[in-house]
């Protein structure tokens, strides 16, 4: 019996994953170590209970009484913190679901990268944070990182029997998020609720958000760098409205191969808890007759800032991935208490970016997992200054 254990089980990811575990079995075809979630305690203590997991984690400290006295009968044991975080990691699982937004998914990753499991990531901030480190330590330990994200899981698909020496571009598919059609000139104005209309994607709310300014597009740009080893200027990004092609990949010889399916995340979440098998998965089967037709458009770097700003984070290289993403989660706080405007978010990133060239290390060094927590840290109390100063300024 396979043995896993999922990172961020309350977020739409781990909620998708734990669906694919019980349609093909649950607790009767899988042995789950440990499940961790955030605020929504009385839902990851259902998810324990239902799979026998072993130990479920809540983020907050201040959250284990109530967990416990959810768990009460159960045989689950219940822990809390970022160090009941680190120490489920720590529990070997052959396979392990990073699912946790935000840097806070780093630590748990490489713990669990240390036991040579196959980490199925969805946290797309290790990888932009900390790249050379986590491959280095997949490396080390014999274990195994697949991409879950739709676009990653795409490219890797894509990629399945060819060399990656014979891959002349990697295209990047985005859906423009919920505000693509809106005039330039009124983005300034757009609310949260406005962001979080997409109009293709169900997803969790900072990472709608991200969508609507590109962000998470940004970072998936110096993820596919990270994660293929290709060039920054072999990734493309394009506007695809459909969210029917999930990214592609462009060979020497003129030949591009896609990846299609409906916009559902347990395609490229199956893909990798099933991998090297395929799976039947309760996904919908595309009528390409009733579709008809697919566009594209290429990005507005003025409406989507975040694009050019990777650009500029994968040349410098060093530690700017990890003060790229730490003001970028600051910058979404900032917007989603109504402290900056939608269009601030990108210059708070530039101008923590600029403020810190000097701390973010040399093109070529490998960073530590220290380097990354301090440059993090720093970057957002950076973040934070930057966004006061300009409350006082107005």
């Known amino acids: 019996m396979r043995s896993l254990s999922i990172f961020g089980a309350t977020g739409s990811v781990g909620e998708q994953t734990v669906d694919l575990l019980v349609r093909a079995g ?14 929504n305690l009385a839902r990851l203590a259902e998810m324990a209970r239902d799979l026998r997991a072993e130990v479920a984690v809540c983020a907050e400290a201040s959250g284990l009484s109530e967990l416990r006295e959810r768990l009460a009968g159960s045989g689950v044991a219940a822990a809390a ?23 806070a998914g780093l630590v748990p990753g490489v713990r669990a990268l240390r036991h040579g499991s196959v980490l199925a990531l969805a946290n797309k901030e290790s990888l932009v944070t900390a790249g050379p480190l986590l491959m280095a330590e997949a490396e080390r330990h014999g274990a195994r990182i697949l991409p879950v994200d739709s676009e990653h899981s795409a490219i890797f ?25 809106w005039p330039l000139e009124a983005l300034a ?17 900072r ?14 740009v110096i993820e596919t760098r990270e994660f293929f080893g290709v060039s920054p200027d072999q990734i493309e990004v394009i506007i695809h409205p459909e969210s029917l092609i999930h990214s592609m990949v462009g060979y020497r010889d003129g030949a591009i191969i896609a990846h299609l399916g409906a916009p559902d995340m347990r395609h ?24 008809a037709t697919l566009t594209f458009r290429a990005p507005d770097l003025a409406r989507y800032p975040a694009l050019r700003l990777a650009r500029e984070v994968m040349a410098r290289r060093g530690l700017a991935g990890a003060a790229f993403n730490a003001a970028k989660e600051v910058a979404l706080d900032l917007f989603l208490d109504g402290r900056i405007g939608f269009m601030d978010m990108g210059s708070v990133v530039e101008a923590v970016l600029e403020a810190m060239d000097a701390d973010l290390g040399r093109e070529n060094a490998m960073p530590t997992l220290e ?6 840290h720093l970057a957002r109390r950076r973040a934070g200054e930057i966004a006061r100063g300009r409350a006082g300024a107005a």
Do not use: C
């Open 371 to 376: 380097d990354v927590q301090a440059v993090d």
């Open 157 to 181: 698909q894509a990629l399945v029997g060819e060399d990656i020496a014979a891959v002349e571009r990697i295209i990047l598919t985005a859906s423009g998020g919920a505000l693509r059609d």
């Open 207 to 220: 990472i709608t958000i991200d969508s609507a300014s590109m962000f998470n597009k940004a970072l998936e």
């Open 81 to 103: 913190g970022p160090e009941a975080m680190a120490e489920a990691a720590d529990r070997p699982a052959d396979w392990v679901m990073s699912a946790i937004v935000g840097a």
């Open 26 to 39: 649950g607790a009767e075809a899988y042995r789950v170590v440990a499940l961790t979630g955030g605020r």
């Open 189 to 205: 104005r757009a609310t949260v609720k406005d962001a979080l209309a997409h109009p293709n994607w169900a997803m969790g709310q």
């Open 268 to 291: 490229s979440i199956g893909y990798a808890l099933n991998w090297p098998e395929r799976s039947h998965l309760p996904v919908a089967r595309l009528d390409l007759a009733q579709i």
